[in-house]
């Protein structure tokens, strides 16, 4: 286990290397193990190891004994979404998320459709790493089933919760980006569910990426060209499993991943003020939407977890991160693209502002995000290096170390999801930004 990254967001590793059917199988039978004897969903992103994947899968959680429903190619947040409707005890959608196309992983929920919390986690490990899976005899194997309608049930969920009839007038022209992945087979039937004319970008079903699959803005030069080639009136871009969206203006320009969520949650609170939640590495930006609303935002750690703990603690009306996550609890505590999708369309109808407009409306940070390979350095010692360099900030050791200014922030610390450090620093004009993530990145990686 020590060669795959592990975190609340699940299990990642790459193919034949970290993770191979038997790591697989097992560390689905100690899942299978920590549930209750029932149903567990299964879903896939598009990648070319996905029947692999899922054939391993499926083996371990019947060896424990339980009922698999196959959902197929679907985004994680369908299978977020079929979970406590279809009364399961839980689910694994594999995928790698953002990761590039050699890697898989496998992300664990509960039965109310939330990733795993550190207690059960940390036993789903403890029952691989002793090997105390449960297996059962052949008379008490689990059986496999599949569930086709997933898509579409999931989709009329988000539908519900749309001024449905008031987008529809509007015919808005989008152009979606779904990476190739799961988004496809979900994403452009559901904008055309809502009248829009729907230009399809990288919505094969291969498990080739005809893109990198973190839908960041120097991955996103394609999307931004076809929206002005077509007079397009917004791009819309996924990652692989479909949680995450990043918007690209009518002007082809992309408006970064915070501002998606940025977007929601200016109409959310529009019609319903209340408690906004994000993580530590999410724009300022956010706060000052939520100031014109008198609402408050509360921060949690980084991943999507600890910021559903904090949205259900706070009784929060939406929440989400910086990455484009945005999580709408009248769904399902999940972030979801297609729910950021809708709720931004909406948010042009209602006020007949182009999305341009919107965003030029917006309090504007600028955010600067950047990766150092974690063979170069030691992240701990790049910590401590942080909090003694900025004592004149306010610090924040919740998430590594986070140092604060009134318009201004740097955050440093592991990630979760590769095996990298993450500087995130954000202030009012690029240059300020450059200053303190440069200041930031000497100390945590000093010349020799």
């Known amino acids: 286990m020590k060669s795959l990254i592990i975190s609340l967001s699940g299990v990642r590793g790459i193919i034949g290397k970290d993770l191979t059917p038997d790591v697989l199988s097992r560390l689905a039978g100690s899942f299978g193990t920590i549930l209750p004897k029932g149903k567990v969903v299964v879903a896939t992103d598009t990648r070319i190891s996905r029947e692999m994947c899922r054939r391993a899968v499926v083996s371990g959680l019947i060896s424990t004994g339980h009922e698999v429903v196959k959902l197929g190619i679907c985004p994680t947040p369908a299978l977020q979404t079929m979970i406590p409707r279809l009364k399961a005890q839980g689910g694994i959608c594999i995928t790698a998320s953002h990761n590039p196309p050699d890697w898989n992983g496998l992300k664990f929920y509960t039965g109310e459709g939330i990733l795993l919390g550190p207690a059960r986690a940390k036993k789903l490990i403890s029952v691989f790493d002793k090997s105390k899976i449960n297996y059962v005899p052949s008379r008490k194997l689990g059986t496999v089933k599949e569930e086709k309608r997933t898509c579409s049930i999931y989709k009329n969920a988000v539908l519900k919760l749309l001024n449905v009839e008031l987008i529809r007038k509007k015919r808005f022209r989008v152009v979606v980006d779904c990476a190739d992945g799961a988004g496809s087979v979900a994403a452009p039937a559901f904008l055309k569910d809502l009248g829009c004319q729907v230009i399809r970008l990288n919505c ?245």
Request: glycine share 8%; net charge positive.
């Open 204 to 448: 094969g079903l291969s498990g080739i990426f005809n893109r990198p699959p973190e839908p960041l803005p120097q991955n996103l030069t394609g999307l931004c060209s076809l929206v002005r080639r077509k007079k397009a009136e917004i791009g819309f871009a996924q990652d692989p499993d479909a949680d995450r969206l990043a918007v690209v203006s009518d002007e082809g320009k992309c408006l970064g991943e915070d501002y998606s969520l940025v977007l929601a949650a200016q109409l959310i609170l529009s019609h319903s003020p209340g408690v906004v939640v994000t993580n530590l590495s999410t724009t300022l930006a956010l706060d000052r939407v939520a100031e014109r609303f008198g609402c408050p935002v509360i921060r949690s750690k980084v991943g999507e977890r600890n910021v559903v703990e904090m949205m259900k603690k706070k009784g929060a009306v939406i929440g989400g991160e910086g990455n484009g996550g945005i999580i709408l609890p009248s769904l399902h505590y999940g972030r979801d693209s297609l729910a950021g999708m809708g709720l931004i369309l909406q948010h042009m109808a209602e006020t007949g502002h182009s999305i341009s407009e919107l965003a030029d409306s917006l309090p504007r940070f600028h955010i600067i995000k950047r990766k150092v390979p974690l063979k170069e350095i030691s992240a701990m010692r790049a910590i401590r290096r942080i909090r003694s360099h900025f004592k004149d900030a306010r610090l924040d050791l919740r998430d590594g170390v986070k140092a604060s200014w009134d318009e201004s922030w740097v955050h440093v610390r592991p990630s979760g999801t590769e095996p990298v450090l993450r500087i995130v620093a954000e202030a009012r004009t690029k240059s300020e930004a450059m200053r303190i993530y440069r200041q930031a990145a000497a100390v945590v990686k000093p010349k020799a």
